[in-house]
């Protein structure tokens, strides 16, 4: 009867530590989220990518310039912010705690884009101002 009870205690234990391990393994997660605005009036950026380094995690920007990245494995790591026509800004040591949620607020300033000079020469032929219509003759020997 001894043995059947210090039996039961351990199974006891052995499943409330597994269910204990178990609450925990969905843990290991957190979130970046945050306010993507233009420098220079404050207005929401649309459309802003978002992506952590070494990744394939990322999100974009809605309507608000808001982001949300979620189920980031805990750790560190370096985001980067990139926008057409807007500067790209990149954070290194970005620290993601288990449950928790960090948040970067961000204004992107203004940058033109460059692009190669292209030059296009085309040459045409002269108008003849006199001439109405043109016309080709040509001759063709048979035999």
């Not at 961000?106 to 085309?122: D, N, R, S, W, Y």
Request: proline letters at 3%; glycine letters at 8%; charged letters at 20%.
């Amino acid at each position: 009867m001894k043995h059947i009870r210090l039996l039961l205690v351990v199974l006891v234990i052995v499943i409330f530590v597994s269910l204990n391990i178990f609450a925990q393994s969905g843990r290991v997660t957190g979130k970046i989220d945050g306010i993507i605005s233009d420098q220079d009036n404050g207005e929401p950026l649309i459309g802003v990518n978002i992506i952590l380094a070494n990744s394939n995690i990322g999100a974009t920007t809605d309507v608000d310039g808001y982001y949300l990245i979620l189920n980031v494995p805990a750790g560190t790591y370096t985001v980067e912010y990139s926008y057409v026509g807007y500067s790209t800004k990149r954070f290194s040591d970005v620290v993601v705690s288990p449950d928790r949620t960090t948040r970067i607020n961000l204004k992107l300033e203004v940058q033109a884009v460059q692009g190669e000079v292209v030059e296009v020469v085309a040459d045409k032929p002269v108008i003849q101002r006199d001439q109405t219509y043109r016309c080709a003759s040509a001759k063709v020997k048979f035999g």
